[in-house]
Protein backbone atom coordinates (compact mmCIF):
# COMPACT_ATOMS: atom_id res chain seq x y z
CA UNK A 1 0.00 0.00 0.00
CA UNK A 2 1.40 3.56 -0.97
CA UNK A 3 2.52 5.35 2.18
CA UNK A 4 2.98 9.16 2.77
CA UNK A 5 4.04 10.98 5.68
CA UNK A 6 2.02 13.10 6.74
CA UNK A 7 3.33 15.73 9.01
CA UNK A 8 2.51 15.00 12.99
CA UNK A 9 0.29 18.16 13.67
CA UNK A 10 -1.78 17.65 10.84
CA UNK A 11 -1.72 13.73 11.44
CA UNK A 12 -2.94 14.92 14.77
CA UNK A 13 -5.82 16.88 14.12
CA UNK A 14 -6.67 13.62 11.52
CA UNK A 15 -6.65 11.47 14.72
CA UNK A 16 -9.11 13.51 17.09
CA UNK A 17 -11.15 13.95 14.39
CA UNK A 18 -11.33 9.73 13.79
CA UNK A 19 -11.36 8.88 17.78
CA UNK A 20 -14.80 11.22 17.97
CA UNK A 21 -16.22 9.40 15.20
CA UNK A 22 -15.54 11.02 11.74
CA UNK A 23 -13.80 10.53 8.91
CA UNK A 24 -10.77 12.65 7.67
CA UNK A 25 -8.45 12.87 4.82
CA UNK A 26 -5.24 15.64 3.60
CA UNK A 27 -6.39 16.14 0.25
CA UNK A 28 -5.70 17.87 -2.83
CA UNK A 29 -2.46 19.25 -3.54
CA UNK A 30 -0.75 18.22 -0.63
CA UNK A 31 -1.24 14.42 -1.73
CA UNK A 32 -0.02 15.23 -4.87
CA UNK A 33 3.22 16.73 -3.84
CA UNK A 34 4.29 14.00 -1.29
CA UNK A 35 3.53 11.14 -4.27
CA UNK A 36 5.83 12.89 -6.53
CA UNK A 37 8.32 13.91 -3.48
CA UNK A 38 7.79 17.03 -3.51
CA UNK A 39 7.50 19.86 -0.75
CA UNK A 40 3.64 20.40 -0.01
CA UNK A 41 2.95 24.19 0.62
CA UNK A 42 -0.52 23.39 2.97
CA UNK A 43 -1.72 20.25 4.09
CA UNK A 44 -5.86 20.63 4.22
CA UNK A 45 -7.77 17.98 5.65
CA UNK A 46 -11.34 17.00 4.42
CA UNK A 47 -13.90 15.40 6.98
CA UNK A 48 -17.46 15.01 7.44
CA UNK A 49 -17.68 16.67 10.70
CA UNK A 50 -19.34 20.02 9.88
CA UNK A 51 -17.72 23.06 11.06
CA UNK A 52 -19.28 23.52 14.49
CA UNK A 53 -18.06 19.84 15.27
CA UNK A 54 -14.71 20.69 14.66
CA UNK A 55 -14.87 23.67 16.46
CA UNK A 56 -15.66 21.95 19.72
CA UNK A 57 -13.11 19.43 19.27
CA UNK A 58 -9.64 21.95 18.85
CA UNK A 59 -8.90 24.50 21.45
CA UNK A 60 -8.14 26.74 19.17
CA UNK A 61 -10.13 27.63 15.99
CA UNK A 62 -10.61 30.43 13.55
CA UNK A 63 -13.30 30.76 11.28
CA UNK A 64 -11.71 31.39 8.00
CA UNK A 65 -14.17 30.27 5.65
CA UNK A 66 -17.36 29.12 7.25
CA UNK A 67 -19.63 30.00 4.36
CA UNK A 68 -17.60 27.05 1.97
CA UNK A 69 -17.69 24.98 5.63
CA UNK A 70 -14.03 25.25 6.09
CA UNK A 71 -12.42 26.31 9.62
CA UNK A 72 -8.95 26.63 10.28
CA UNK A 73 -7.00 24.58 13.16
CA UNK A 74 -4.24 25.93 15.15
CA UNK A 75 -1.97 24.06 16.30
CA UNK A 76 0.61 26.56 18.00
CA UNK A 77 1.25 29.00 15.45
CA UNK A 78 0.73 27.11 12.28
CA UNK A 79 -2.70 26.48 11.04
CA UNK A 80 -4.55 23.74 9.03
CA UNK A 81 -7.44 24.36 6.93
CA UNK A 82 -10.01 21.36 8.04
CA UNK A 83 -13.26 21.56 5.58
CA UNK A 84 -16.74 19.94 5.63
CA UNK A 85 -17.08 17.68 2.13
CA UNK A 86 -19.31 19.33 0.39
CA UNK A 87 -21.37 19.51 -3.34
CA UNK A 88 -20.92 22.85 -4.80
CA UNK A 89 -24.28 24.83 -6.17
CA UNK A 90 -24.21 26.43 -9.80
CA UNK A 91 -21.78 28.75 -10.74
CA UNK A 92 -23.92 31.37 -12.12
CA UNK A 93 -21.08 33.86 -12.32
CA UNK A 94 -18.39 31.32 -14.01
CA UNK A 95 -16.17 31.27 -10.91
CA UNK A 96 -17.96 30.58 -7.67
CA UNK A 97 -20.70 28.47 -6.35
CA UNK A 98 -23.82 29.86 -5.56
CA UNK A 99 -24.15 27.69 -2.85
CA UNK A 100 -22.51 24.60 -0.95
CA UNK A 101 -24.46 21.72 0.32
CA UNK A 102 -22.39 19.68 3.08
CA UNK A 103 -22.64 15.95 2.02
CA UNK A 104 -21.12 12.73 4.20
CA UNK A 105 -19.40 11.41 0.92
CA UNK A 106 -16.25 11.55 0.70
CA UNK A 107 -16.58 10.62 -2.99
CA UNK A 108 -18.85 13.64 -3.83
CA UNK A 109 -16.34 16.09 -2.45
CA UNK A 110 -13.83 14.94 -4.62
CA UNK A 111 -15.80 14.61 -7.20
CA UNK A 112 -16.28 18.16 -7.66
CA UNK A 113 -12.83 19.10 -8.14
CA UNK A 114 -10.92 20.10 -10.92
CA UNK A 115 -7.90 17.51 -12.08
CA UNK A 116 -7.27 13.72 -11.24
CA UNK A 117 -3.88 14.60 -9.37
CA UNK A 118 -5.75 17.39 -6.85
CA UNK A 119 -8.50 14.88 -6.26
CA UNK A 120 -7.40 12.28 -4.02
CA UNK A 121 -7.15 11.81 -0.24
CA UNK A 122 -5.15 10.16 1.96
CA UNK A 123 -4.92 9.00 5.65
CA UNK A 124 -2.66 6.40 7.53
CA UNK A 125 -5.86 4.17 8.52
CA UNK A 126 -6.92 4.06 5.01
CA UNK A 127 -4.45 4.82 2.89
CA UNK A 128 -4.91 6.37 -0.49
CA UNK A 129 -8.60 7.28 -1.75
CA UNK A 130 -8.26 7.70 -5.62
CA UNK A 131 -11.79 7.31 -7.41
CA UNK A 132 -10.99 8.98 -10.70
CA UNK A 133 -7.06 8.10 -11.07
CA UNK A 134 -5.27 10.38 -9.91
CA UNK A 135 -2.13 8.28 -9.14
CA UNK A 136 -2.59 6.96 -13.30
CA UNK A 137 -2.17 10.52 -14.43
CA UNK A 138 0.81 11.26 -12.42
CA UNK A 139 2.65 8.29 -13.63
CA UNK A 140 1.32 9.47 -17.10
CA UNK A 141 2.20 12.80 -16.11
CA UNK A 142 -0.79 14.68 -17.76
CA UNK A 143 -3.27 16.89 -16.16
CA UNK A 144 -7.07 16.21 -16.86
CA UNK A 145 -9.87 17.18 -15.20
CA UNK A 146 -12.22 15.35 -12.95
CA UNK A 147 -14.97 13.96 -15.12
CA UNK A 148 -16.39 16.01 -18.10
CA UNK A 149 -14.00 19.28 -18.59
CA UNK A 150 -16.63 21.22 -20.17
CA UNK A 151 -18.46 21.45 -16.69
CA UNK A 152 -15.40 21.99 -14.96
CA UNK A 153 -13.97 25.04 -17.01
CA UNK A 154 -18.33 26.40 -17.06
CA UNK A 155 -18.17 25.90 -13.05
CA UNK A 156 -14.93 28.08 -12.30
CA UNK A 157 -13.21 29.43 -15.42
CA UNK A 158 -9.81 30.32 -13.65
CA UNK A 159 -9.23 26.14 -13.82
CA UNK A 160 -8.83 27.18 -17.62
CA UNK A 161 -5.35 29.27 -16.70
CA UNK A 162 -4.87 26.62 -13.74
CA UNK A 163 -4.37 24.02 -15.79
CA UNK A 164 -1.56 25.66 -17.59
CA UNK A 165 0.16 26.26 -14.59
CA UNK A 166 -0.24 23.03 -13.14
CA UNK A 167 1.44 21.57 -16.33
CA UNK A 168 4.34 24.26 -16.18
CA UNK A 169 4.78 23.58 -12.52
CA UNK A 170 4.70 19.83 -12.61
CA UNK A 171 6.25 19.37 -16.35
CA UNK A 172 3.26 17.81 -17.62
CA UNK A 173 1.07 17.76 -20.90
CA UNK A 174 -2.48 18.60 -20.62
CA UNK A 175 -4.97 15.43 -21.58
CA UNK A 176 -6.27 15.88 -24.90
CA UNK A 177 -10.09 16.13 -24.05
CA UNK A 178 -8.60 18.86 -21.17
CA UNK A 179 -6.75 21.11 -23.76
CA UNK A 180 -9.10 21.01 -26.34
CA UNK A 181 -11.94 22.34 -23.87
CA UNK A 182 -9.05 24.83 -23.00
CA UNK A 183 -9.29 26.17 -26.10
CA UNK A 184 -13.27 26.25 -26.40
CA UNK A 185 -14.12 27.88 -22.65
CA UNK A 186 -11.24 30.67 -23.02
CA UNK A 187 -13.25 33.42 -23.20
CA UNK A 188 -15.13 32.40 -20.35
CA UNK A 189 -11.80 33.77 -18.35
CA UNK A 190 -13.58 37.31 -18.83
CA UNK A 191 -15.84 36.52 -16.11
CA UNK A 192 -12.75 36.26 -13.98
CA UNK A 193 -10.82 38.86 -11.98
CA UNK A 194 -7.79 40.75 -12.71
CA UNK A 195 -6.32 39.41 -9.43
CA UNK A 196 -7.23 35.80 -9.89
CA UNK A 197 -5.75 35.59 -13.24
CA UNK A 198 -2.36 37.55 -12.10
CA UNK A 199 -1.69 34.88 -9.28
CA UNK A 200 -1.87 31.92 -11.90
CA UNK A 201 0.12 33.96 -14.17
CA UNK A 202 3.01 34.89 -11.90
CA UNK A 203 3.00 31.18 -10.53
CA UNK A 204 3.24 29.98 -14.26
CA UNK A 205 5.79 32.26 -15.13
CA UNK A 206 7.64 31.56 -11.64
CA UNK A 207 7.76 27.91 -12.32
CA UNK A 208 10.15 25.43 -13.77
CA UNK A 209 8.99 25.71 -17.39
CA UNK A 210 7.42 29.10 -17.94
CA UNK A 211 7.83 28.41 -21.56
CA UNK A 212 4.54 26.60 -21.00
CA UNK A 213 3.68 29.95 -21.88
CA UNK A 214 2.94 28.67 -25.33
CA UNK A 215 0.19 27.07 -24.38
CA UNK A 216 -1.45 29.73 -22.73
CA UNK A 217 -1.31 31.53 -26.50
CA UNK A 218 -2.16 28.23 -28.30
CA UNK A 219 -5.39 27.41 -26.57
CA UNK A 220 -6.16 31.13 -26.99
CA UNK A 221 -5.96 32.20 -23.45
CA UNK A 222 -3.57 34.90 -24.27
CA UNK A 223 -6.56 36.68 -26.80
CA UNK A 224 -8.55 36.92 -23.57
CA UNK A 225 -5.72 37.98 -20.41
CA UNK A 226 -2.75 39.00 -22.97
CA UNK A 227 -3.96 40.14 -26.04
CA UNK A 228 -0.52 42.11 -26.65
CA UNK A 229 0.95 39.04 -26.86
CA UNK A 230 -0.58 37.26 -29.64
CA UNK A 231 0.04 40.41 -31.92
CA UNK A 232 3.75 39.20 -31.05
CA UNK A 233 3.50 35.91 -31.92
CA UNK A 234 2.17 37.10 -35.61
CA UNK A 235 5.31 39.43 -35.69
CA UNK A 236 8.30 38.07 -37.70
CA UNK A 237 11.88 39.40 -37.19
CA UNK A 238 13.67 39.58 -40.66
CA UNK A 239 16.92 40.51 -39.52
CA UNK A 240 20.10 39.23 -38.46
CA UNK A 241 20.36 39.61 -35.01
CA UNK A 242 17.27 37.45 -34.76
CA UNK A 243 15.96 34.12 -36.77
CA UNK A 244 12.17 33.89 -34.45
CA UNK A 245 8.69 35.91 -34.48
CA UNK A 246 8.70 38.75 -31.51
CA UNK A 247 6.69 36.05 -29.40
CA UNK A 248 8.91 32.90 -30.13
CA UNK A 249 11.93 34.90 -29.01
CA UNK A 250 9.88 36.11 -25.48
CA UNK A 251 9.11 32.02 -25.31
CA UNK A 252 12.21 31.12 -25.73
CA UNK A 253 14.28 33.52 -23.57
CA UNK A 254 12.33 33.22 -20.31
CA UNK A 255 13.66 30.34 -19.05
CA UNK A 256 17.28 32.18 -19.15
CA UNK A 257 16.85 34.02 -16.56
CA UNK A 258 16.08 32.51 -13.11
CA UNK A 259 12.30 31.84 -12.03
CA UNK A 260 11.76 35.44 -9.70
CA UNK A 261 8.23 37.14 -10.57
CA UNK A 262 10.12 40.45 -11.74
CA UNK A 263 12.74 39.23 -14.10
CA UNK A 264 9.87 36.71 -15.75
CA UNK A 265 7.71 39.62 -15.78
CA UNK A 266 10.16 41.66 -17.56
CA UNK A 267 11.14 39.11 -20.07
CA UNK A 268 7.88 38.27 -20.93
CA UNK A 269 7.00 42.12 -21.64
CA UNK A 270 10.92 43.22 -23.04
CA UNK A 271 9.48 43.14 -26.63
CA UNK A 272 5.69 43.87 -26.47
CA UNK A 273 6.08 47.42 -27.98
CA UNK A 274 8.26 45.80 -30.93
CA UNK A 275 4.66 44.94 -33.38
CA UNK A 276 3.53 48.75 -33.34
CA UNK A 277 7.67 50.08 -34.13
CA UNK A 278 8.39 47.18 -36.63
CA UNK A 279 9.45 48.91 -40.11
CA UNK A 280 11.46 47.13 -43.04
CA UNK A 281 14.04 48.94 -45.07
CA UNK A 282 14.19 48.41 -48.57
CA UNK A 283 16.85 45.32 -48.00
CA UNK A 284 14.43 43.44 -46.22
CA UNK A 285 15.82 43.89 -43.21
CA UNK A 286 13.21 44.80 -40.38
CA UNK A 287 13.79 47.08 -37.40
CA UNK A 288 12.11 48.38 -34.34
CA UNK A 289 13.40 51.57 -33.21
CA UNK A 290 12.20 52.99 -29.86
CA UNK A 291 10.44 49.46 -29.49
CA UNK A 292 11.87 49.51 -25.52
CA UNK A 293 9.90 53.25 -24.52
CA UNK A 294 7.30 52.02 -26.31
CA UNK A 295 7.60 48.10 -24.53
CA UNK A 296 7.65 49.80 -21.50
CA UNK A 297 4.82 52.21 -22.02
CA UNK A 298 2.49 48.81 -23.03
CA UNK A 299 4.16 47.11 -19.51
CA UNK A 300 2.53 49.78 -17.49
CA UNK A 301 -1.06 49.28 -18.72
CA UNK A 302 -0.51 45.73 -18.82
CA UNK A 303 0.72 45.54 -15.53
CA UNK A 304 -1.80 48.04 -14.14
CA UNK A 305 -5.07 46.24 -16.09
CA UNK A 306 -3.94 42.93 -14.05
CA UNK A 307 -3.52 44.95 -10.96
CA UNK A 308 0.27 44.36 -9.50
CA UNK A 309 1.29 46.25 -7.00
CA UNK A 310 3.05 49.40 -7.46
CA UNK A 311 6.41 48.36 -6.63
CA UNK A 312 6.13 45.12 -8.86
CA UNK A 313 5.11 47.44 -11.60
CA UNK A 314 7.37 50.34 -11.49
CA UNK A 315 10.28 47.32 -10.84
CA UNK A 316 9.38 45.91 -14.43
CA UNK A 317 8.43 48.79 -16.54
CA UNK A 318 11.91 50.24 -15.36
CA UNK A 319 13.93 46.95 -16.57
CA UNK A 320 11.33 47.05 -19.78
CA UNK A 321 12.65 50.51 -20.60
CA UNK A 322 16.32 49.85 -20.20
CA UNK A 323 16.52 46.03 -21.28
CA UNK A 324 18.08 47.20 -24.47
CA UNK A 325 20.65 49.50 -23.39
CA UNK A 326 23.80 47.62 -24.59
CA UNK A 327 26.16 49.80 -26.11
CA UNK A 328 28.18 49.73 -23.02
CA UNK A 329 32.11 50.87 -23.25
CA UNK A 330 34.25 48.69 -21.57
CA UNK A 331 35.65 50.46 -19.10
CA UNK A 332 35.21 51.02 -15.47
CA UNK A 333 33.88 54.30 -16.21
CA UNK A 334 31.87 53.28 -19.15
CA UNK A 335 30.24 50.63 -16.85
CA UNK A 336 30.00 53.24 -13.64
CA UNK A 337 28.16 55.44 -15.68
CA UNK A 338 25.62 52.73 -17.40
CA UNK A 339 25.38 51.82 -13.67
CA UNK A 340 24.39 55.67 -13.19
CA UNK A 341 22.03 55.60 -15.92
CA UNK A 342 20.21 52.42 -15.21
CA UNK A 343 20.23 52.68 -12.04
CA UNK A 344 22.59 50.89 -9.59
CA UNK A 345 19.76 49.06 -7.59
CA UNK A 346 18.29 47.38 -11.19
CA UNK A 347 21.41 47.38 -12.82
CA UNK A 348 22.12 43.57 -11.34
CA UNK A 349 18.55 42.70 -12.82
CA UNK A 350 19.07 44.30 -15.76
CA UNK A 351 22.39 42.30 -16.58
CA UNK A 352 20.21 39.09 -16.02
CA UNK A 353 17.45 40.36 -18.20
CA UNK A 354 19.97 41.30 -20.84
CA UNK A 355 21.49 37.23 -20.62
CA UNK A 356 18.26 35.90 -21.38
CA UNK A 357 17.69 38.60 -24.58
CA UNK A 358 20.79 37.49 -25.91
CA UNK A 359 20.07 33.93 -25.21
CA UNK A 360 17.45 33.53 -27.20
CA UNK A 361 18.65 35.16 -30.43
CA UNK A 362 20.45 34.18 -33.75
CA UNK A 363 23.01 32.45 -32.39
CA UNK A 364 25.81 33.82 -34.65
CA UNK A 365 26.33 36.78 -32.78
CA UNK A 366 25.57 35.43 -29.54
CA UNK A 367 29.71 34.84 -28.74
CA UNK A 368 30.30 38.19 -29.13
CA UNK A 369 27.66 39.64 -27.48
CA UNK A 370 27.79 37.03 -24.43
CA UNK A 371 31.61 38.02 -24.29
CA UNK A 372 30.77 42.34 -24.07
CA UNK A 373 28.01 41.20 -21.47
CA UNK A 374 30.68 38.78 -19.37
CA UNK A 375 33.00 41.82 -19.54
CA UNK A 376 30.72 44.49 -18.06
CA UNK A 377 29.72 42.15 -15.61
CA UNK A 378 33.13 41.39 -14.77
CA UNK A 379 33.73 45.47 -14.43
CA UNK A 380 30.69 45.88 -12.43
CA UNK A 381 32.36 43.12 -9.64
CA UNK A 382 35.01 45.09 -9.36
CA UNK A 383 33.48 48.09 -8.93
CA UNK A 384 31.18 46.69 -6.23
CA UNK A 385 34.05 44.83 -4.70
CA UNK A 386 35.99 48.14 -4.25
CA UNK A 387 33.18 50.01 -2.99
CA UNK A 388 33.02 52.50 -5.57
CA UNK A 389 30.06 55.34 -5.24
CA UNK A 390 27.46 54.57 -7.52
CA UNK A 391 24.47 56.37 -6.27
CA UNK A 392 23.22 59.22 -4.07
CA UNK A 393 23.12 57.36 -1.34
CA UNK A 394 26.75 56.13 -1.48
CA UNK A 395 27.50 60.23 -2.00
CA UNK A 396 30.38 61.00 0.49
CA UNK A 397 28.24 64.55 1.01
CA UNK A 398 24.30 64.55 1.69
CA UNK A 399 21.74 67.33 1.21
CA UNK A 400 22.32 67.98 4.78
CA UNK A 401 25.97 68.46 4.46
CA UNK A 402 25.47 70.81 2.25
CA UNK A 403 22.67 72.79 4.06
CA UNK A 404 25.60 73.14 7.01
CA UNK A 405 27.64 74.48 4.49
CA UNK A 406 25.71 77.48 3.11
CA UNK A 407 23.42 76.14 0.63
CA UNK A 408 19.67 76.87 0.37
CA UNK A 409 17.15 73.54 0.71
CA UNK A 410 14.99 73.52 -3.07
CA UNK A 411 15.70 72.45 -6.84
CA UNK A 412 19.51 74.05 -6.79
CA UNK A 413 20.27 71.66 -3.89
CA UNK A 414 19.23 68.46 -6.13
CA UNK A 415 20.89 69.81 -9.13
CA UNK A 416 24.42 70.30 -7.06
CA UNK A 417 24.24 66.96 -5.71
CA UNK A 418 23.36 64.81 -9.25
CA UNK A 419 26.44 66.91 -10.55
CA UNK A 420 28.73 65.50 -7.57
CA UNK A 421 27.10 62.37 -8.37
CA UNK A 422 27.88 62.49 -12.36
CA UNK A 423 31.82 63.93 -11.13
CA UNK A 424 32.62 61.33 -8.78
CA UNK A 425 31.30 58.49 -11.32
CA UNK A 426 33.78 59.42 -13.07
CA UNK A 427 36.41 60.00 -10.68
CA UNK A 428 35.74 57.71 -7.62
CA UNK A 429 39.45 59.27 -5.80
CA UNK A 430 37.57 62.43 -5.58
CA UNK A 431 34.34 60.86 -3.17
CA UNK A 432 35.82 62.64 -0.09
CA UNK A 433 33.42 64.79 2.10
CA UNK A 434 36.26 67.75 1.82
CA UNK A 435 36.50 68.08 -1.80
CA UNK A 436 32.73 67.23 -2.68
CA UNK A 437 31.82 70.43 -0.48
CA UNK A 438 34.72 72.69 -2.08
CA UNK A 439 33.35 71.38 -5.51
CA UNK A 440 30.15 72.51 -4.54
CA UNK A 441 30.84 76.14 -3.56
CA UNK A 442 32.98 76.52 -6.91
CA UNK A 443 29.95 75.64 -8.62
CA UNK A 444 28.50 78.00 -10.87
CA UNK A 445 24.61 78.45 -10.18
CA UNK A 446 21.99 78.03 -12.79
CA UNK A 447 21.21 80.95 -15.16
CA UNK A 448 17.73 82.00 -14.94
Known amino acids: MLRIQIPEKANHIISVLAEAGFEAYVVGGC ?10 A ?38 FEVTTYRIDGEYLDGRHPDKVTFTPSLLEDLRRRDFTVNAMAYNEAEGLVDAFDGLGDLERRQIRCVGDPRERFTEDALRILRAVRFSAQLDFTIEAGTCAALAKFAPNLRKVSAERIQTELVKLLA ?16 AVILPEFDACMETPQQSPHHCWSVGEHTLRALPFVEAEKSL ?18 EAGVDHFYGHAPRSAELANGILRRLKF ?32 RIGADIFPDYLKVRRADILAQAPAFQEEKLGELGETERLYQE ?23 GMKPGPELGRVLEELLALVIDHPEYNTKELLLEKARIMPPVSS
Open 31 to 40: VRDAILGRTA
Open 42 to 79: DWDITTNALPSQVKTLFPRTLDTGLQHGTVTVMQGREG
Open 207 to 222: SPHPEAFRTVWETGIS
Open 264 to 281: RLAVLLHDIGKPLTRTTD
Open 309 to 340: DNDTRKKVVRLVQVHDDWQIPLTPKGVRRAVH
Open 383 to 405: IVEQQECLSLKDLAVTGRDLIAA
